[in-house]
């Protein structure tokens, strides 16, 4: 679209009476005259909000309570992107707050350039920061994050970049380096909703590090029998965390049953935890992928008191765990998982 002008503004909108802050985001696209739509999703503490406005004229309005400044993305669709996903110029990445921020573009909402909000200022120089560490050991992005929180000490956008910048790759947090940099939080952080999150993930991922005894549990399996981890001690055995509606996970079955049938035979075995919450999905899936292993659940979908206990919020994961009861390691995949158990079981 030619000479697009898109503005938005996020402005203060906290009547004395209300507990919560509010946002309110006028939006304004001129020379758009297709229908469209604006999508904000936010981050609120742990789970997602979700807030849409449509529009013929380019003009647009948005409000919502945001209890602090929040992960968001920003989508604007238009034309033929209605039915589905916007193109990539046409999302943005960035933090909202109760204060006034005024986002304005030419042509896409990803190359806006940001005014207002100090918050915002704050996630822009995050993000300059990450772009040039992404390559960077992980002595080096713990040395410049710190030097990050120091100066921006208030800032949300510091429980955020902890959360991102250690998932390590694989899906859970560094329980190394996530506490040291934790530390380093203004006590306001600590004690908010998001801080406090935050060091609930990081008290489960001290109890699942590498080293230390894999929290026990005991859950039913297929035929409603109790199934304790307590009973595979003397035998490495594989902690999947999977369920049948998982793409990722239906595609590395294939995987996990060869390296289980090339290693059953040698004090090796796997015990699956599925986060369905249909017994009959996760009945026919397990036949369907001709799983041979211990399965268990309690049909509780992301609340699964085992996928609870080891911090589990993306399938697939796993942790392998030693004879002694001892995480060994954690989400090993495909050839990974290969050259580890090759490692331990010659």
Not at 129 to 154: C, D, M, N
Not at 232 to 255: H, M, Q, T
Not at 268 to 288: C, E, P, Q, R, Y
Request: aromatic content about 10%.
């Amino acid at each position: 679209m030619k000479n697009l002008f898109f503005c938005f503004a996020i402005v203060s909108c906290l009547p004395a009476f209300a507990q919560k802050p509010v946002f309110r985001i006028q939006v304004n696209v001129a020379n758009l005259k297709s229908s469209a739509k604006i999508i904000l999703t936010i981050r609120d503490v742990d789970h997602w909000n979700e807030y849409t406005a449509e529009s013929k004229d380019g003009k647009f309005s948005l409000t919502g309570e945001i209890r602090e400044p929040s992960l968001a993305y920003v989508v604007l669709k238009y034309g033929n992107e209605l039915d589905r996903g916007p193109r990539m110029g046409n999302v943005l990445t960035t933090f909202v707050d109760a204060k006034p921020v005024t986002i304005v573009t030419p042509d896409s909402v990803r190359t806006a350039t940001l005014t207002g909000s100090p918050v915002q200022k704050e996630y822009a120089a995050y993000e300059k920061l990450a772009a040039g560490l992404q390559s960077q050991g992980s002595e080096e992005r713990v040395k410049a994050l710190s030097e990050f929180i120091k100066t921006h000490p208030q800032s949300f956008v510091n429980i955020y970049a902890i959360m991102n910048f250690f998932i390590d790759g694989r899906l859970s947090v560094d329980d190394k380096y996530c506490p040291q940099l934790f530390a380093l939080l203004s006590p306001v952080l600590k004690n908010s909703l998001s801080g406090k999150s935050l060091q609930k993930d990081l008290d489960i991922a001290t109890r699942t590090a590498v080293g230390v005894p894999a929290p026990a549990f005991v859950q039913a399996d297929t035929l409603g029998k109790s199934v304790s981890l307590q009973s595979f001690k003397g035998r490495y055995v594989l902690i999947d965390f999977w369920a049948s509606w998982c793409r990722p996970c239906r595609a590395e079955n294939p995987f996990l049953l060869a390296t289980y049938n090339k290693y059953k035979g040698k004090n090796f075995t796997v015990l699956g935890v599925s986060l369905d919450n249909k017994k009959d999905s996760w009945l026919k899936a397990i036949h369907k992928d001709k799983l041979r292993w211990t399965q268990v659940s309690d049909l509780r979908y992301y609340e699964n008191e085992v996928a609870l206990l080891y911090g589990v919020k993306t399938i697939p994961q796993n942790f392998l765990i030693g004879p002694d009861g001892k995480i060994i390691a954690k989400n090993l995949h495909r050839d990974e998982l290969e050259k580890k158990l090759k490692e331990l079981l010659p």
